[in-house]
């Protein structure tokens, strides 16, 4: 998505006017509905698009040269800062990615394009001039019109407040590919920023460009594949952008140096790569002889990484490597070099069925000189995953352990549709993202049927197309027990008589590996069988676990298809009418969810809806814990697909909602 787009003189003109954030902000919320900013993003574009505005001023540029703000990185949901566009003396068509800092200071690490800087206060982040490399080099490997040599890209990093030093820890050595590839420019250095733009764009005839860099096909489908490939086999093939490449440099190093007990936390989101990067982990520390095992709670997970590193064929040594999280209780302490922990979030306290100690978290922490937890809070489905970085941090203390965070965000599940993830993160309100617009379309294929039966024979038509997919369920529906004659899916418990649509759950026959055995297309599978896992597509039935309210501005709800004596919303349009409009086509949005009496909600879950009895153990009289975790499943389960996925929704408000936030999603 473009949020701001003009030409140079555009651009300056909005500077000079005082105009720039506040059509910014309206870009966001046209297009996206957003609302609500923080004051940060409001100071970062005040005090950094005023300096851009005396470079491009004082750069000698044709104002026709074209300016983007805040571009939305296509199948990511990264932005770049600033971009200006045009032509060279050569009339090439060439564009120019700055990445702007408001740092004042920085300092050097003995990681590869990594420092710290007070700016996040003190953590380790990837150097400027490393991450305006890394969107170019996307940029030039998944945008056809850049690959294809129509468009040629430049880079640098611009840090208007940064004084440099001599020497300056920013230029170190270790950071000299990235800086010669993409340039420097601090405070003092604004003549020879302005020289290097006038230079590559300086001819002008921009707007056209932009149409370009905007409309350029995105193919990262095989190559993402191809990388994710070769990372089960522990190999690092593909750029690591940002984040990634801090974790797995810094986890490596300290795996491989640390001389006292060490925790290494990683949070990351639904396909932010953890798996990627921890399972790159296992492998470099296995070649460097470490003692090295992977820990995942999961077994459906943990064996379809088997099935992955191995392709099905001789998996016993692999198995020997994946093990589960209960057996390192009561284990000698410091018995291993490092423990490799993913789907931490899943670790469990004592009780969890059939594990003898109190903590998991504790026991790995323990029984590792170091231990590497993979985490995402949001992953936490029952009262007794405890696995969250909190815990984590509690336990590390209390074996005095050298803590170090790190952070996941790029993301390669999805077919590179890193942007739907975050809009259901933002649609189910698990976290405020940049996607809360949408996600490119044509990379992620979503879509909200009007019957459970319809999604079923979409499922049913990817597998007769040669796909993995399968048809999933929140606990909306009880479990008959195997006792009771439904050890291998015997009943149909998922039963939704107004569709005439009934479904036995995953087979307990087939356990961890339904969801790679054939026999498991004609069953619904749980959370428990997918999470951690990937299916080239999903179809998800969201039960009445999560039902949704409209509220008016006073907090009072909204019932959308009953007439009401209420004064009319919208000048011309009365309540009646709205209620006629809504009987006719009751899932589509309609002009009063634009109007702001209209458009609050909230998520809502009842106790006797939802059936996982362990789930929601000791939760009555916490409502909003319990539709947390909830909403967490249901993350989790639209979040399987690597193509496409297919929701229907038991609640019609929650239907009206989807759709309505759907409405808003650029084409």
Known sequence: MIVYQNTARGFMLDVDSFEIVDKIKEQFKKRAGKI??????????????????????????????????????????????????????????????????????????????????????????????????????????????????????????YLHNYVEKDPEPLKAANYADSVSDSPLYFRHDHARLQEFICRHVGKGRGTEILYEIESGNIRPSKQLVDHVTGLFKGNREFILLEEQKVAYEVALKTGLSAEKKTVIIINGGPGTGKSVVSMSLLGSFLKKRKNVFFVAPNASFRETLVNKLTQGKDTRRAKLLLTGSSKYYNVPENSYDILVIDEAHRLKNSQAFMYQGENQVADLINAAKVSVFFVDNAQMIRPQDIGSDVEIRKQAGRYNARIIDLKLETQFRCDGAEGYVNWIDDVLEIDTTGNFDGWDKKTYD???????????????????AGFNARLLAGYAWPWTSAKNGNLNAEIADVNIPEHDFAMPWNSRQIGSSWATNEKGLGQVGCVHTSQGLEFDYVGVIVGKDLQFRFLDKNGNEINPTEKRNVEDHQEGFSHDEFYDRMVADPVQPYDFLEEESFVQGEFYSKWENYFDI??????NKNPEKMNQMIRNIYRILLTRGIKGCGVYFCDSNLERYFRFRLSKIRM
Not at 80 to 94: S, T, Y
Not at 447 to 461: K, M, Q, Y
Not at 614 to 619: F, I, P, S, V
């Open 36 to 157: 609500n900013f923080n004051r940060s993003e409001e100071d970062s574009w005040i005090n950094s698009l005023d300096k851009m505005e005396r470079i491009i001023r004082n750069s000698g540029i044709a104002d026709d040269c074209g300016v983007l703000v805040e571009f939305g990185l296509p199948s990511t949901s990264k932005r770049i800062d600033f971009i200006i566009a045009g032509r060279d003396e050569h009339d090439n068509k060439n564009f120019i990615i700055v990445e702007l800092k408001q740092w004042t200071e920085a300092e050097s690490t003995d990681k590869e394009d990594v420092v710290v800087t007070p700016y996040f206060g003190r953590a380790l982040t990837t150097h400027p001039s490393y991450q305006a490399s890394s969107y170019k080099s996307y940029l030039s490997d998944f945008n056809e019109n850049v690959y294809s040599k129509k468009l040629y890209p430049y880079s640098c990093a």
């Open 614 to 619: 362990a789930g929601k153990q000791g939760l």
């Open 446 to 464: 979503f879509f909200v049927a009007d019957s459970p039966n319809t999604l079923r024979e979409w499922v049913n038509s990817k597998v007769a």
